[in-house]
């Protein structure tokens, strides 16, 4: 079972994982420190959300297990686990045109708005995790 039993945790390879969709009742970390960021995540069956700094970079319906997290100035990277498809919403830049690639395959392109919101639909199957690359495109 792929989840984040203590919720959220700094990786070896210096990317952050999070998460645990398996919880029947909400559970939530504040305060973790990260790279010189303070990360605050929600989570449990129905959704995991995480904020960086106070602002919102992360969501999905229903809950979730983010593993290897990563932001650059390209986009995001992580693999993820559910009990099934996932709504995921990422928070980025404003007006940029991003690719959506899932498992090495192309998904979409989105342009976010303002705001930076960028949402998008994962198929999961559980136990197996699911590699998503947003890629900046401008």
Known sequence: ?????????????????????????????????HGGDTYKVKTFEEITKLEKNEAFLYESYPGTAVFHFEESEEGVVFDMDAEGDAQITIGLEENVKYAVVINGEYAETITTGIGGKLSFSAASVEDELTNVEIKKLD
């Open 1 to 33: 079972m792929a989840i984040v039993e203590e919720i959220i945790r700094e990786e070896e390879d210096g990317t952050i994982s999070f998460g645990n969709f398996k919880l029947s009742s909400k559970q939530k970390v504040s305060d973790f420190e």
